[in-house]
């Protein structure tokens, strides 16, 4: 059953699978975002209260190793990325290779992206809490 399904066609399933993740999970940082959005207004207007205060914090913390633990991951998954990507360029064709090589591009583009979400989304926490504390000081 599994022979008579071409390689491209379940290549391309793990393609539209690993896209439609990448939506939800750029839905999810949107949502943070106008969140923390949100909070900047409230800092600018000096109306945080210490619930907001106590948010920023844990998240910050949780976002750092979130961050940390994105970027660790692209260190163990580049290696392997590369390794299969060289077996399927071994074993396949170069016109077929090229076929199956669309959800290891997806994939790779999703964690990417994932870091580099995670690390804004720390930043911009960070930062957050910087100014905080400069208007305390102020």
């Known amino acids: 059953m599994i022979n008579q399904i071409p390689?491209?066609?379940?290549?391309?399933?793990?393609?539209?699978?690993?896209?439609?993740?990448l939506f939800y999970k750029f839905s999810?940082?949107?949502?943070?975002?106008?969140?923390?959005?949100?909070l900047s207004a409230l800092n600018d207007e000096n109306s945080l209260t210490?619930?907001?205060i106590s948010y920023i914090k844990d998240n910050e913390k949780e976002y750092e190793q979130k961050a940390l633990k994105?970027?660790?991951l692209i260190k163990l998954l580049n290696p392997i990325f590369?390794?299969?990507?060289?077996?399927?360029?071994?074993y396949l064709p170069l016109s077929e290779a090229l076929l199956n090589?669309?959800?290891f591009i997806v994939a790779y583009i999703l964690?990417?992206?994932d870091?580099?979400?995670?690390?804004?989304?720390?930043?911009?926490?960070?930062?957050?809490?910087?100014s905080i504390h400069e208007a305390k000081e102020v």
């Not at 390689?7 to 993740?21: A, D, G, P, R």
């Not at 590369?82 to 071994?90: A, E, S, T, Y």
């Not at 870091?115 to 910087?130: C, Y």
């Open 82 to 90: 590369i390794f299969f990507i060289g077996i399927i360029f071994i």
């Open 111 to 113: 964690i990417q992206l």
């Open 101 to 103: 090589l669309n959800a």
């Open 50 to 52: 210490n619930s907001d």
């Open 28 to 38: 999810k940082h949107k949502k943070q975002l106008t969140v923390i959005q949100k």
């Open 7 to 21: 390689t491209e066609i379940i290549s391309n399933v793990i393609s539209i699978l690993l896209v439609i993740v």
């Open 70 to 72: 994105a970027q660790q």
């Open 115 to 130: 870091k580099i979400n995670k690390n804004n989304t720390f930043t911009l926490l960070k930062e957050l809490r910087k």
